[in-house]
């Protein structure tokens, strides 16, 4: 079995700059990730992460995984699908059946998109409904379409659905936006936008080949019906947090991880950062992911000195 100090699993903006400073550390160890590069690959533009007025996301992510790899981080493109502890180590084993010892690792697992819950969501993924506006905007040139949320995801698509269709409804169940002032300023004056608020989607309908309406829980402009192409769910994010509970690890009432301020979980040698981390829950930003992969990575190097003979 390959056997290593630190395996990060997860690699997105948290996992890579955990990897970029272990590599600093010294620190023998493995990135394991699916989506490389993570969530912020899916930002149509980021103008928030220092040194960068404006980058696509995918373009910053991409960044992300060659400064990883370029300090010497071994990056696998690989989900991790199991994970115990065996005599005091940490057992992983991933897609491909491989397995993996660890004397520590650094949970970086993200979030995975809310779902809306209502019906035709299901029926209809893949035609007409999505949860990545980047990813699928291009498919809706000219046409019309439903976002669904208020916060900055759910701006930032809209935005950038407007770039390509003739026209945007943003529905949103409060009477306020609650994304950054900037989103919420660029939204409301895009004249392709149009924000529908206090209201909310009760279902989803099409042809059973593609969506062609939603129903609203409140008519709009007379209508409980509106005609759209497609629907876009962009109403945050759940933390991924099944391996990091099958371990034990403990986690607040919303599921995001708990852990001390170097990123260490009640698991010995267990340690998480980024958006699954309960510490940053109101500001899910790559910038506040990276930073805590550094400081995981400083827990874990401490761990690992402190603790050598203990360490298995
Ligand atoms: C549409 C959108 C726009 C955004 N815009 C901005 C912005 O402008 N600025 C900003 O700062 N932030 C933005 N964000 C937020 C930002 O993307 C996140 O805060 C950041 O990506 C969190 O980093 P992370 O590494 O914690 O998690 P993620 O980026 O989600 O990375 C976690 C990775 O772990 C992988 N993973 C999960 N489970 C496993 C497993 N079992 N095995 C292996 N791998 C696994 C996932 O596939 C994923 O690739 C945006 C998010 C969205 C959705």
């Given at each position: 079995?390959?056997?290593?100090?630190?395996?990060?699993i997860?690699a997105?903006?948290?996992?890579?700059?955990?990897?970029?400073?272990a590599?600093?550390?010294?620190?023998?160890?493995?990135?394991?990730?699916?989506?490389?590069?993570?969530?912020?690959?899916?930002?149509?533009k980021?103008?928030?992460?220092?040194?960068?007025?404006s980058?696509?996301?995918?373009?910053l992510?991409?960044?992300?995984?060659k400064?990883?790899?370029?300090?010497?981080?071994?990056?696998?493109?690989?989900e991790?699908?199991?994970?115990?502890?065996?005599?005091?180590?940490l057992v992983?084993?991933?897609?491909d059946?491989?397995?993996?010892?660890?004397k520590?690792?650094?949970?970086?697992?993200?979030?995975?998109?809310?779902?809306?819950?209502?019906?035709?969501?299901?029926?209809?993924?893949?035609?007409?409904?999505?949860?990545c506006?980047?990813?699928?905007?291009?498919f809706?040139?000219?046409?019309?379409?439903?976002?669904v949320?208020?916060?900055?995801?759910?701006?930032?698509?809209?935005?950038?659905?407007?770039?390509?269709?003739?026209?945007?409804?943003?529905?949103?169940?409060k009477?306020?936006?609650?994304?950054?002032?900037?989103?919420?300023?660029?939204?409301?004056n895009?004249?392709?936008?149009?924000?529908?608020?206090?209201?909310?989607?009760?279902?989803?309908?099409?042809n059973?080949e593609?969506?062609?309406s939603?129903?609203?829980?409140?008519?709009?402009h007379?209508?409980?019906?509106?005609?759209?192409?497609?629907?876009?769910?962009?109403?945050?994010?759940?933390?991924?947090?099944?391996?990091?509970k099958?371990?034990g690890?403990?986690?607040?009432?919303?599921?995001?991880?708990?852990?001390?301020?170097?990123?260490?979980?009640?698991?010995?040698?267990v340690?998480c950062?980024g958006?699954?981390?309960?510490?940053?829950?109101?500001?899910?930003?790559?910038?506040?992911?990276?930073?805590?992969?550094a400081?995981?990575?400083?827990?874990?190097?401490q761990?690992?000195?402190?603790?050598?003979?203990?360490t298995?």
């Amino acid at each position: 079995m390959e056997k290593h100090d630190l395996i990060i699993i997860g690699a997105g903006p948290a996992g890579l700059s955990a990897s970029i400073y272990a590599s600093r550390y010294k620190i023998d160890h493995l990135v394991l990730g699916q989506n490389l590069g993570g969530t912020i690959a899916w930002a149509h533009k980021v103008e928030n992460y220092p040194g960068f007025t404006s980058i696509s996301g995918f373009e910053l992510a991409q960044n992300f995984l060659k400064h990883a790899t370029k300090l010497g981080g071994t990056i696998i493109n690989q989900e991790v699908v199991n994970l115990k502890k065996v005599n005091g180590f940490l057992v992983l084993t991933a897609g491909d059946k491989k397995q993996y010892q660890t004397k520590t690792i650094i949970i970086a697992t993200g979030t995975k998109r809310k779902k809306l819950g209502v019906p035709g969501e299901k029926e209809y993924l893949g035609k007409g409904v999505s949860y990545c506006a980047t990813c699928d905007a291009a498919f809706y040139k000219n046409k019309v379409v439903v976002v669904v949320g208020g916060a900055n995801s759910a701006c930032s698509g809209a935005l950038h659905l407007a770039h390509f269709a003739q026209k945007v409804y943003l529905i949103y169940h409060k009477d306020n936006l609650r994304a950054d002032p900037v989103w919420v300023a660029e939204t409301k004056n895009k004249n392709n936008i149009e924000i529908i608020y206090d209201t909310s989607i009760e279902a989803i309908l099409g042809n059973g080949e593609k969506v062609d309406s939603v129903t609203l829980n409140q008519p709009y402009h007379n209508q409980k019906n509106l005609t759209t192409n497609g629907v876009f769910i962009e109403i945050g994010g759940a933390p991924i947090v099944d391996l990091a509970k099958s371990l034990g690890v403990k986690t607040d009432e919303q599921n995001f991880i708990l852990t001390d301020n170097l990123m260490a979980t009640n698991i010995k040698g267990v340690f998480c950062a980024g958006d699954v981390n309960a510490w940053q829950k109101n500001c899910q930003q790559a910038i506040v992911a990276a930073a805590e992969g550094a400081l995981a990575s400083l827990g874990v190097y401490q761990y690992l000195n402190k603790t050598p003979e203990k360490t298995p």
